[in-house]
């Protein structure tokens, strides 16, 4: 009786919870769209170098001035940790692993930007866009290998539809553009940098909050490319107050509000699921660049909209989306026979 009890209460707390993510991972997929909007204004008057140096330094700030906020309102002496196994000890030294996991989101992060970047000059737009929206499929294999996360049958049909589905998007460019090999696997280098970007954010939040994962993911990279911009670079900001403007937008919304969600949910969802639910991507930026720049809409598109959503809802009723299954299924299969009594101590903490 009393482990039923606390399987329905974790079951409507995880409910809630969840919720509330996938609502974050909306705002933030809205928030990220407008990406390539900001930075086409941006190109104006900054190099693609000076465009991702100052949107980096500029996000670290806020993250850190968020992070210090955090800080101060929660004292330490009275500090209980977001997640089960964080401890208060976490967040005032850091341990070797927790430094190279700290450097290694920031290099395959920003590798992968870079190297998305570079194959859009090498080959088709179609291409890297096919081949860069096989992330979810390297993150779902690494997550299995790595980290023993487990996934079923209906999840990895709904991984297979959304990949579909952007093969879908890019159909009309795929047949017309020639491909190039050099190209093509830059592009796909970079779906697989992506992917151990989310491996190591999902590993990274079990321990620290989200404020401190993005300052030290933009702080670092920030520092990566300030030797790039001062070698190849001779203008380090923008002139006019549009170009402010946008890179401003791009830190504050793009990363702080994009990123800053997409992590949050992390604590909720396995990375697979956010990675695939970031495919939708580019139907927001399509649908965006059609209200404000009047591009064209074609059938494909909307037939790869409708085919990415359903890959989504299938993966998220199927086994591997939610941080929360295994956890149920296994309170849900004890009998209260193969538990030990427990006092009331006990049981809060269960919860």
């Known amino acids: 009786m009393i482990v039923k009890k606390l399987v329905l209460r974790e079951d409507k707390e995880n409910s809630d919870s969840n919720a509330i993510a996938l609502m974050g991972l909306i705002i933030a997929l809205i928030a990220l769209s407008i990406t390539a909007i900001l930075i086409r204004i941006c190109l104006q008057e900054n190099s693609a170098n000076t465009i991702v140096f100052n949107r980096l330094w500029m996000a670290s700030l806020c993250f850190g001035v968020l ?12 500090q209980s940790s977001e997640l089960p196994n964080q ?18 989101v ?19 737009i179609a291409n890297a866009n096919v081949l860069g929206s ?34 879908v998007l890019a159909y009309e460019d795929f047949f017309k553009s020639s491909s190039s090999f050099i190209g093509d696997s830059i592009a796909l280098s970079s779906s697989l940098f992506y992917a151990v970007n989310f491996l190591i954010l999902e590993k990274l939040r079990v321990k620290f909050n989200v404020e401190i994962i993005l300052f030290w993911r933009c702080c670092l990279g920030a520092i990566f490319m300030l030797p790039v911009v001062l070698i190849w670079e001779e203008q380090y ?3 006019g107050w549009t170009g402010w403007l946008a890179i401003v937008c791009l830190a504050l919304i793009c990363e702080v509000v994009g990123h800053g969600l997409v992590v949050y949910s992390l604590k909720h969802f396995s990375s697979s699921f956010v ?30 909209f409708a085919i990415i ?18 956890t149920t299924e ?22």
């Open 134 to 167: 096989l992330t979810p499929l390297f993150v779902t294999l690494g997550a299995w290998l790595f980290l023993k996360q487990r996934f079923d049958s209906r999840f990895l049909l709904g991984l297979l539809l959304a990949i579909v589905g952007t093969t």
């Open 330 to 351: 296994e309170l849900a299969s004890q009998t209260t026979e193969e538990l030990e009594p427990i006092n009331e101590g006990e049981q809060l903490s269960l919860f």
């Open 275 to 304: 990675s695939l639910v970031l495919l939708l991507d580019p139907i927001v930026a399509g649908i965006l660049a059609w209200i404000i720049f009047a591009e064209h809409l074609s059938v494909f598109n909307v037939v790869g």
């Open 237 to 239: 900001f923008p002139i």
């Open 106 to 124: 920031a290099i395959f992060h920003l590798s992968g930007r870079l190297l998305w970047t570079i194959s859009i000059g090498q080959t088709s």
């Open 87 to 104: 401890s208060s000890e976490s967040e005032s030294f850091y341990k070797i692993g927790d430094i190279l996991l700290f450097l290694g």
């Open 67 to 78: 992070n210090g906020i955090s800080q101060f309102r929660t004292p330490k002496s009275n």
């Open 309 to 326: 959503m359903q890959g989504i809802y299938l993966a998220k009723t199927g086994q591997g989306a939610d941080k929360s299954n295994d």
